[in-house]
């Protein structure tokens, strides 16, 4: 597996939009063997018959026993292999290069394999308690670019702050919350767009939870090596005068959230509650 990560981060690394291209489709290649799966017997009479296998998808379950993905996520343990930090690094560059759309699709792959990275490696989260990462995330939804950028940069951000307090912490530093609500207050702002902002919303004024999910690997239940640490985000997060200390940082009520976001929507968030309540689009976690 390191051989063909090896592969993949060196044309992540390139110049070249076909390279990074060609670096992206690798790396989705990679998840892809780890995600999907056909049974043998399936694959062995396809092969003969000359058809392609069926393969079906795992859930997340069934992904602990498999050995590609442990051996995929001890990889991720340390800053060599992590392909989180390889996409941000490729993200980062793709909109510092600018353009007039030509790297549009590869920023929409980047995200979207940002957001299967993190899912698969929730560990990996950690590199969003840095503001750089934070506020690269916090650019690509601003109106300069486009509906589709926006909106699938609005899904990774919800996966960054999935049962990752610190980091939704670091958001509320960086004036994320004033970025969102200047988004979704505008004129200007696509359907879709706001659609997804409304679903942002949503799942901002669930209640926090700390992230068990990370504090063990499939391979041991000692808390892993992250692959980068920055103390801005937790330091921060240490200062907060209400909410409750977890190992994940400070978790903050669902009153404090409504107040920090009814400084920037006055009169919105009370309707958001309410829905919440009324239709439960997280499992009731409200109730």
Known sequence: MESLLSLAFD????FEPAKIKKGLKQVEGLLAQICLSGPAKREQDAAAAGEQAQLQRKGLG???????????????EGFEWNVAQRLLTTLDFLVARGGEGQYDLLILNALDLIQGVLLLHPPSKVLFSRAAHMNLLLDLIEPVNTPAIQCATIITLVVA????????RVFERLDGLLTVASLFKSRETGREVKFRLTEFLYFYLTPEAPPASMASSPTSSSTPTSPTRDRAGSDTASQQSSGSKTNGGVTLSVDVKKRKLDQ??????DALLRD???????????S
Do not use: W
């Not at 044309?11 to 390139?14: D, E």
């Open 161 to 168: 702050l999935l049962d990752s307090p610190a980091n939704v």
């Open 62 to 76: 069934d992904l602990a026993g498999d050995p590609a993905f442990r051996e995929f996520f001890k990889l991720q």
């Open 264 to 269: 920037h929507l006055p009169g919105v968030v």
């Open 11 to 14: 044309n992540l690394s390139a």
């Open 276 to 286: 919440l309540d009324r239709y439960k689009p997280f499992g009731g976690v409200l």
